[in-house]
């Protein structure tokens, strides 16, 4: 199997035990490392939350004080008795409100501060994995990790986490203040811990499904829609407007559905605290009554009993409310560290060789590929390729032509054999030196945001604008560049700087040609080009590519008249080598596809 195809895994539903916890502890472990880095600032959060919840926590202390001792002064005339129980009470509720004030702002900048460094993680570690991993996870779920995932851990980071913290704090400490007041109706109050514990663990377990599917719903949801915006011309091309809107819409209702699912659990479980909580105060109000009918209690005690009471189940209906948060938070955050648990196939060398100046020769030894555990796709060959030769590779549509392409650039690794750039296996060349000595040109010519320029400088660098413009003018780009509206200047993405796609290729083109590499790779890079643009970048590549070591994989045989060498690929195997005027007339398979090729122009 495949290195990735835990991919599929992460999008499971029904996980087995041993895996949920195995995933549950991977989550934590990656929110706990992300809050390491915040020790300080939580340290005082900390402090800030004792403090002001044994703040709010003293207000029913106090009235019950204010009611039992502070009442019979004053009627005593002993109206200092008065102020200093009210100024308590004053002194207590700024406490209590500037602290947690302040506590919502450190919690905030650590949250913030946490979601940068989470969003940062996913997005270079996924530019960081091997191609085989972006082939195999789809664009849109990548989307949904970065937006929607992201998206649900900052809502319970922002409010979720600290309002837990919080009502967590104030609950401990005021069924302590009951138990001070009286420890009798603290059993009582102790006993609904049990219903409340069996109601939340029947809502995790149903709602921790609910959640993970909701996630599974979300990236789909995103992925169908980037899949159709992206592919938006062949929709329009092919009428599929009506067949993806029914698509669309029934991933949107299973949404729908998921959603209602969890609203529906819910409602099960916060209607449910507030009756056990009613029920509470009502037994406390009963117990205390008979009681102060027996001269065993103050009435300034019952009544801090019941605010204490009433307000210890405040917070555990926030509790609740914000349990649902978690689970979702959870769920978002088991798909984000397991993009993040994904290791590169290919790995940077631990202690490169350097490779400063790369003649570009280079030689496959008992070469033998296939993707991850997969069957063999290259069976096992030899090929040597002299520094400066440019080779042409022909060969039917999966033959295998752009792997070995991928294999030269280094974007898979030989499942065994050598690959070796002027002596050294290509796996211990450090990645900054094989992108500087190898570039590679593919047919998709992906242009980024920004000028024409600053496209064609991502070749080099710092390149200057004369640079620039030689690398255009040698590949045949400087003519419609200019007559762009605003020339090299012109913002590939912006109105009336949109270019075709053969204008595209030659943008790549220039850019490549500025890299100056010692191997270049053409992987189909001439199919969007007509044929006098063809016949421009042939002519640059017949001047640029003297002393450069060139791969061509072309369908289109005109490509293959600038070659030295030609190498047919047929199911994995290098079935013909050899020049092209040789195999054009030794009646092989390059011979059959050349004359095909020469009726087709008649």
Not at 193 to 221: C, D, H, M, N, T
Request: proline share 3%; with cysteine.
């Amino acid at each position: 199997m495949s290195q990735y195809a835990g991919v599929a895994n992460e999008d499971s539903i029904n996980l087995s035990r041993s895996e949920r916890k195995r995933v549950r502890t991977r989550s934590w472990k990656l929110l706990a490392a992300l809050a390491g880095t915040q020790k300080p600032m939580l340290a005082l959060t900390l402090v800030l939350v004792v403090v002001s919840n044994l703040a709010r926590v003293a207000f029913p202390l106090l009235i019950a004080w204010a009611i039992d001792w502070g009442l019979p002064q004053v009627r005593n005339g002993n109206w200092a008795a008065l102020g200093i129980t009210g100024g308590a009470y004053v002194l207590a509720a700024i406490t209590a409100g500037s602290l947690l004030g302040w506590y919502i702002l450190c919690t905030a900048r650590i949250s913030q501060a946490m979601l940068l460094d989470l969003r940062l993680d996913v997005f270079r570690h996924t530019q960081r994995l091997s191609l085989e991993f972006h082939e195999n996870y789809t664009s849109g779920r990548i989307i949904s990790r970065q937006t929607s995932d992201l998206e649900t851990l900052r809502e319970l980071l922002d409010q979720g986490i600290s309002e837990l913290v919080s009502a967590g704090v104030f609950v401990v400490f005021t069924l302590i203040s009951i138990f001070v007041l009286d420890w009798r109706s603290g059993l009582v109050v102790l006993v609904t811990a049990l219903p409340i514990w069996l109601l939340f663990g029947w809502y995790q377990k149903r709602s921790e499904l609910v959640f993970r599917e909701s996630r599974v719903v979300s990236a789909r949801v995103i992925g169908s829609f980037v899949e159709t915006m992206t592919g938006i011309r062949a929709v329009k091309a092919f009428r599929k407007e009506k067949s993806n809107d029914a698509a669309y819409s029934q991933i949107a209702g299973e949404y729908r559905d998921n959603s209602i699912r969890s609203i529906n659990l819910f409602g099960v479980l916060q209607p449910s605290l507030v009756l056990i909580g009613n029920l509470a105060v009502a037994a406390v109000l009963a117990w205390g009554g008979f009681r102060i009918l027996d001269g065993e209690l103050g009435v300034g005690v019952l009544v801090a009993l019941l605010l204490a009471t009433n307000r210890v189940f405040q917070p555990v209906e926030n509790i609740a409310m914000f349990y649902q948060s978690l689970q979702s938070a959870t769920a978002a955050l088991e798909k984000v560290s397991g993009l993040l648990e994904e290791a590169p196939t290919v790995v940077e060398p631990a202690k490169p060789q350097p490779l400063e100046h790369a003649a570009g020769a280079l030689e496959f030894t008992d070469a033998v590929f296939g993707y991850g555990d997969g069957p063999v796709i290259m069976e096992k060959f030899d090929l040597a390729i002299p520094a400066g030769q440019t080779i042409a590779v022909v060969g039917q549509t999966g033959a295998g032509k752009s792997t070995l392409a991928k294999l030269i650039a280094r974007f898979y690794d030989l499942r065994s054999g050598t690959l070796s750039i002027d002596g050294v296996p290509i796996e211990q060349i450090a990645n900054n030196d094989l992108r500087r000595h190898v570039v590679m040109v593919t047919q998709e010519a992906f242009l980024f945001s920004g000028t024409v320029a600053e496209n064609i400088a991502l070749g080099k660098p710092g390149a200057t604008i004369e640079e620039i413009i030689l690398a255009a003018r040698a590949v045949g780009a400087h003519e419609f560049i200019t007559a762009l509206p605003e020339g090299y200047d012109t913002d590939v993405n912006k109105r009336g700087g949109r270019v075709s796609s053969g204008q595209r290729q030659l943008i790549s083109f220039a850019r490549a040609f500025l890299a100056d590499p010692a191997v270049l790779i053409l992987d189909e890079a001439t199919s969007s080009l007509d044929i006098p643009s063809e016949r421009a970048v042939q002519r640059g590549l017949q001047t640029l590519l003297g002393n450069r070591t060139a791969l061509i994989i072309a369908h289109r045989l005109s490509t293959v008249q600038i070659a030295d060498r030609v190498l047919v690929v047929h199911d994995g195997k290098i079935v013909e080598d050899g020049s092209p005027a040789e195999l054009i007339g030794s009646e092989g398979r390059f011979a059959a596809l050349h004359r095909a090729w020469r009726e087709s122009l008649v």
